[in-house]
């Protein structure tokens, strides 16, 4: 099994950038791919990022493309968003969740994954 645990979240100005951490414990991380998901006030979860088990490949959101960015450090079990440019549409709670060997066809489907966090909010806001 997994823990996830999301930080980093806050307020921040348009335009401004955050860094967000999900940090994994309980199992061995490198086989797992993870993905970053968001759910803004009355609207459905959306996917906006997941990394497999390397560095390489990566898929985004449309809607995040060229300003975010997915990275993980398998030696600190951690999985990194930085978020540049932020806008006020970016605004919603950041969840990040993990699967096991998940294919990467199904990278962008929230039933894909196993385990969640429990989520960090992100504010943009002047």
């Known amino acids: 099994q997994v823990q996830l645990a999301e930080s980093g979240g806050g307020l921040v100005q348009p335009g401004g950038s955050l860094r967000l951490s999900c940090a994994a414990a309980?199992?061995?991380?490198?086989?797992?791919?993870v993905a970053w998901f968001r759910q803004a006030p009355e609207k459905d979860r959306e996917f906006v990022a997941a990394i497999r088990r390397s560095n390489a490949p990566t898929q985004y959101a449309d809607s995040v493309k060229g300003r975010f960015t997915i990275s993980r450090d398998n030696a600190k079990k951690t999985v990194y968003l930085q978020m540049n440019s932020l806008k006020p549409e970016d605004t919603a709670t950041y969840y990040c969740?993990?699967?096991?060997?998940?294919?990467?066809?199904?990278?962008?489907?929230?039933?894909?994954?196993?385990?969640w966090g429990q989520g960090t909010q992100v504010t943009v806001s002047s």
């Open positions: 969740a993990a699967k096991r060997g998940a294919i990467w066809s199904a990278l962008q489907s929230q039933s894909t994954y196993d385990y």
């Open positions: 309980g199992s061995t991380f490198n086989d797992y791919a």
